[in-house]
């Protein structure tokens, strides 16, 4: 997952706005099985459907991810919006808690340089 860390300040303050890029990364959406269950049921197909559908093979080899579109955004990003966001996995459910992407979120940016000009204005005084 992502490589950066993130201040608990600013986490604190972070707000999801929907932009979608935390769905564009080159990645993998790892699935767990209560993942896969819970999607299944929302989408009215059984656990293989689901599979053979909308899951591949993770990198890892040991465990499943969501397939991706040719760009490498989420198959289920439409717009800016997740199309299962109320049953999105438990990897997308922890971010930017548990991971985040290093190509950097617009709100998590912008809240890291409003903290680090706190900081510096700090050690100004």
């Known amino acids: 997952m992502g490589?950066?860390?993130?201040?608990?300040?600013?986490?604190?303050?972070?707000?999801?706005?929907?932009?979608?890029?935390?769905?564009?990364?080159?990645?993998?959406?790892?699935l767990t099985d209560r993942?896969?269950?819970e999607m299944a049921v929302a989408m009215g197909l059984s656990e293989q459907e689901f599979i053979?559908?909308?899951?591949?093979?993770?990198?890892?080899?040991?465990?499943?991810a969501l397939t991706d579109h040719p760009d490498g955004s989420c198959s289920f990003l439409e717009g800016d919006r997740c199309s299962i966001y109320e049953t999105r996995p438990e990897q997308?459910?922890?971010f930017p808690y548990a991971w985040?992407?290093?190509?950097?979120?617009p709100e998590l940016?912008?809240?890291?340089?409003?903290?680090?000009?706190?900081?510096?204005?700090?050690?100004?005084?």
């Not at 950066?4 to 564009?24: E, H, I």
């Not at 912008?110 to 510096?120: F, S």
């Open 92 to 94: 997308c459910r922890s």
């Open 109 to 125: 940016d912008e809240l890291a340089a409003k903290q680090k000009n706190i900081e510096q204005a700090g050690q100004n005084t």
């Open 100 to 105: 985040s992407v290093s190509e950097g979120c």
């Open 52 to 64: 053979d559908r909308h899951a591949r093979l993770a990198p890892n080899r040991i465990q499943l």
């Open 35 to 37: 993942d896969i269950a």
């Open 3 to 30: 490589d950066r860390l993130v201040d608990r300040d600013v986490l604190k303050a972070f707000a999801c706005t929907g932009c979608g890029t935390c769905c564009r990364w080159t990645g993998s959406v790892l």
